[in-house]
């Protein structure tokens, strides 16, 4: 599973190395096709399978799916967490799965956010990133959409970690519970289009923006990036501040809520 989608992404790097406009995407003009292409698949397969997917089962049910899958990156975030040396939150991960595992059927119930247990949000290429590798240019990967040099090859480690990769022995279940990961995340993002289409005259664009400035927050746990004047007297705004200005203190459409 990890070999393929290293030859796929050495390739896909290897085709681009045409120079566009924004210093952050010089494969502009190579990830704008992979780009349309994931619409396009999108389009035909994803989207209308995650609306009938959303049609078919009850909001309580997605919402329990939802927990498992998220309870289950859990375990990703602990490894990085480790290896970030964050060891102070180990522990706060290690109970909050636990929690949720033992208490909430499996995880389909999210008692650990009632419980107030902080939930952590870590994957190697933040922990790559911790350590001081550099993001490297933007990239689109096939399938799996916005990313960089350094995420990409950082996402075949957290696949290889997941339990649904690692622990699961049944090849027929892994590949189940891999489709209905797929379509439930898809299914959270339909609340999320309409944003997109109102606030981006190019979706491209935006998505490449919000991408860059939010995996940067998450390295940086947070902490604003300091202020480098280029010339026009103001730091650009985060994609968190863009955020508060717009929806304050409520979530992004599709986005969870942990206070509920």
């Known amino acids: 599973m990890i070999r393929p989608f290293i030859l796929l992404f050495l390739s896909v ?51 329990g799916v939802s927990n498992f899958f998220r309870n289950l990156g859990v375990i990703v975030t602990t490894l990085n967490d480790a290896l970030q040396l964050k060891f102070e939150k180990v522990p706060v991960d290690i109970m909050r799965f636990s929690t949720n595992l033992v208490f909430g059927m499996g995880g389909l119930i999210d008692i650990a956010t009632y419980a107030r247990i902080p939930y952590n949000d870590e994957d190697f290429g933040q922990t790559l990133g911790y350590w001081g590798f550099d993001s490297g240019p933007y990239l689109v990967l096939p399938f799996f959409g916005p990313s960089n040099v350094r995420d990409g090859l950082a996402l075949p480690v957290d696949i290889y970690v997941s339990p649904i990769y690692d622990t699961i022995g049944d090849e027929g279940v892994r590949w ?84 509920q």
């Open 13 to 63: 790097l290897v085709s681009g190395c045409a120079t566009g406009p924004n210093k952050q995407d010089p494969f502009e003009p190579m990830n704008r096709k992979i780009y349309a292409f994931n619409n396009a698949v999108d389009t035909a397969y994803l989207k209308p399978i995650a609306k009938g997917y959303t049609n078919i089962l009850p909001a309580p049910a997605r919402t």
């Open 176 to 259: 189940g519970l891999l489709a209905l990961y797929v379509v439930d995340t898809r299914a959270n993002l339909l609340g999320a289009e309409s944003f997109l289409q109102e606030a981006a005259l190019d979706e491209y664009s935006f998505l490449r923006d919000t991408y860059l400035q939010r995996r940067e927050y998450l390295v940086r746990d947070g902490a604003v990036e300091p202020f480098r004047d280029e010339g026009d007297g103001a730091r650009p705004k985060t994609l968190l501040e863009l955020e508060e200005e717009e929806f304050g203190d409520d979530p992004l459409p599709g986005e969870y809520d942990s206070s």
